[in-house]
């Protein structure tokens, strides 16, 4: 099976940043993976920005270098590959200042006027208002531009407003899309064909079948050169605030009319103010804060988060449990259970729907223990979807019941390369299609609920609960989901 490729106009991508890992490590590929595979019309561009001075051959040489590390070597065809780098021109900008390197990339631009422009702002979130006012006041905007802008946008909702405000001055809400590269995976998309698609979902996906759900965002590495970043940030404002706000927007909205921009984000939007809120009368009851000690991962130490760090006092957030509650007819009662962290024992993302037990069993006691069915939707690694049912274990001798997965593997079922996550939402940018992209009230309404989290803990005297590194985190976040009865899902362990 071979997937279905839907060209593009041509398009000119400008990124600043352009010389950065996000660029090297994610953009370059994936832009050289759509090359590959015939998206790219022949005549489009793509212009990495950065202060450093470099010819295009030295950027190309660089940028040949990253494809080498980070795409596969069966995949790196020579003509392909060269082929692909005459796309690539590189400008010096200080984006800071005016002068010749914006001049530069506006007589580049200003070739082919009418063309789509992409300037993704692959930097730090404090550049993102100056990079658009410069754009701006260079004559660089067209009404055939977009502007990508990545998490994090803000640290709370104060901060997001004022980044949102700086770069709205420059282009209207119609040319901005916010990324959050969750939604551009297989899996995240396969959730809403899952619901939207099937006459065997929908009818159950509500309080009255559905027990619980989890969400779960594991990962084994620690801070990783990022710990300047991080300890300004944490676990809920880094993780939970985007990627999981926005699973537990798709798990829970209701359908929408059609499969369109506003459409989607309407529904979605609705979620996230129906939420219960959570403050410093409820955060020591639903809330759960680690921060990893020194352990083992696959049978390698690793060192301790305050080892990792310049503040070694820094009661930063690495480890998030929550349960968190819906206020509406579809959902009441119904708890969602939300944990991420880093330097867990594996690194998975996964939904699990819990259905309700069956209301009475007519099998003797011999048969076996009746549990309930379980959705498994597996985001990463090993992308697919499990369904999991009691059958009769096959032979003679009665009956006896067993637990087993209805197991879909992505991979294994078509056949077919999955495209990137960044692959599938830049062309989603060229096409003007705004779905997977976070509109602002979306932003702007996630912080408003993940705010009196975080000012709870702040003014807690009580730190965050250690757990050691290679461990599914701290106990107390066991204790969140078992007084109720339920367990995480740790199957992937």
């Known amino acids: ?53 470099m010819s295009d051959d030295e950027y190309r040489k660089a940028a040949g270098d990253a494809l080498k590390e980070h795409v596969a070597a069966e995949e790196l065809e020579p003509d392909v590959l060269d082929a692909f780098l005459q796309r690539l021109h590189f400008v010096s900008i200080d984006v800071m200042k005016e002068g010749g390197g914006w001049n530069v990339l506006k007589a580049a631009l200003d070739k082919t006027p009418n063309r789509i422009r992409a300037f993704y ?87 009255e079948h559905i027990d619980h759900v989890q969400i779960t965002v594991a990962e084994t590495l620690g801070v990783e050169g990022r710990g300047d970043y991080y300890d300004h940030s944490g676990a809920l404002r880094d993780i939970v605030q985007n990627h999981m706000m926005q699973l537990l927007c798709l798990i829970a909205m209701e359908p929408p009319a059609h499969m369109d921009a506003d459409a989607m984000r309407d ?12 403050d410093e009368k409820t955060a020591n009851l639903v809330t759960v804060r680690g921060q990893y000690r020194a352990g083992a991962i696959g049978g390698e130490a690793v060192p301790s988060y305050l080892s990792e760090v310049a503040n070694k006092e820094s009661t930063t957030d690495t480890f998030v449990a929550l349960k968190a509650e819906i206020g509406n007819w579809r959902w ?72 087993v997965p209805l197991d879909m593997s992505f991979a294994e079922a078509f056949k077919v390369r999955s495209p990137d996550a960044y692959e599938r939402l830049i062309m989603d940018v060229i096409r003007g299609n705004q779905t997977l992209f976070m509109r602002r009230d979306e932003v702007e309404a996630a912080w408003k609920w993940i705010d009196p989290i975080q000012e709870s803990w702040d003014h807690s005297a009580e730190a965050p609960k250690t757990y050691n590194a290679g461990t599914w985190g701290p106990s107390a976040s066991v204790a969140l989901i078992e007084r109720d009865g339920r367990t995480w899902h740790d199957e992937a362990a």
């Open 1 to 53: 099976m071979t997937s279905r490729i839907i060209a593009v106009d041509p398009f000119n991508l400008v990124v600043f940043g352009g010389a950065g890992d996000l660029a090297f490590r994610k953009l370059i590929p994936a832009m050289y993976h759509r090359h590959r595979d015939g998206q790219l019309p022949a005549e489009s561009g793509i212009y990495g920005v950065s202060r450093r001075a």
């Open 267 to 278: 529904e979605k939007l609705k979620v996230l103010h129906a939420l219960k809120p959570i």
């Open 121 to 207: 702002l692959a930097v730090a979130p404090e550049l993102f208002g100056t990079i658009c006012q410069m754009l701006g006041s260079h004559g660089l905007v067209t009404p055939e531009s977009r502007v990508i802008i990545e998490k994090p946008i803000g640290h709370d909702l104060a901060s997001a407003e004022q980044v949102n405000d700086s770069v709205g001055k420059v282009f209207e809400e119609s040319q901005i899309y916010r990324i959050d590269h969750y939604l551009g995976k297989e899996t995240v998309q396969n959730l809403m064909a899952l619901r939207f698609g099937n006459a065997l979902f929908e009818p159950l996906w509500n309080a």
């Open 332 to 403: 009441a009662g119904v708890p969602f259970y939300l944990r991420t962290g880093k330097r867990l024992p594996t690194r998975v993302s996964e939904i699990v729907v819990a259905f309700k037990r069956i209301p009475h069993s007519i099998f003797d006691t011999n048969a076996g223990a009746i549990d309930p069915n379980m959705l498994v939707i597996r985001i990463q690694p090993k992308e697919g979807v499990k369904l999991w049912l009691m059958i009769k274990d096959p032979g003679p001798g009665g009956m006896r019941l067993r637990y």
